[in-house]
Nanobody, 114 residues
C-alpha cells in the first residue's frame, strides 16, 4: 500500500524558511513525477511544484525563485525548501506521487505570520 507522509510544517514569520519532507513507501512501480500542492482555507487546492524522473523541475509563478523542490531517491523522500515565506503561503501542503494514478499524502500545515 502506497504511503506518503509529509512533515516539516509549522509556524514561521514572514521572510523565514521551512523545509517540508515527504517520505514515500509501499510502491514497486515506476514513478512518473512527484510534486507539492497546497490548499488555503476557503480555496481550491493548487499546484506548487513538480519534479520529474529526468530531474527537471517546474514551479508555479507564485513560488518561483523562492521554493526549491528536490528528492533523495536513496531515502525515497521528496523535499520542498521554502524561503522568503509570505503570509499568502499559509496553507496545508500536500505531497503527490503520479504513476498510472495519483497518490496523496495527508498534508502538513504551514502558517506564515506577518
Amino acid at each position: 500500500q502506497v504511503q506518503l507522509v509529509e512533515s516539516g510544517g509549522g509556524l514561521v514569520q514572514a521572510g523565514g524558511s521551512l523545509r517540508l519532507s515527504c517520505a514515500a513507501s509501499g510502491y514497486t512501480f515506476s514513478i512518473n513525477r512527484m510534486g507539492w500542492y497546497r490548499q488555503a482555507p476557503g480555496k481550491q487546492r493548487e499546484w506548487v511544484a513538480s519534479i520529474y524522473n529526468s530531474g527537471n523541475t517546474n514551479y508555479a509563478d507564485s513560488v518561483k525563485g523562492r521554493f526549491i523542490i528536490s528528492r533523495d531517491d536513496a531515502k525515497n523522500t521528496l523535499y520542498l525548501q521554502m524561503n522568503s515565506l509570505k503570509p499568502e503561503d499559509t496553507a496545508v501542503y500536500f505531497c503527490s506521487m503520479v504513476t498510472s494514478t495519483r497518490f496523496w499524502g495527508q498534508g502538513t500545515q504551514v502558517t506564515v505570520s506577518s
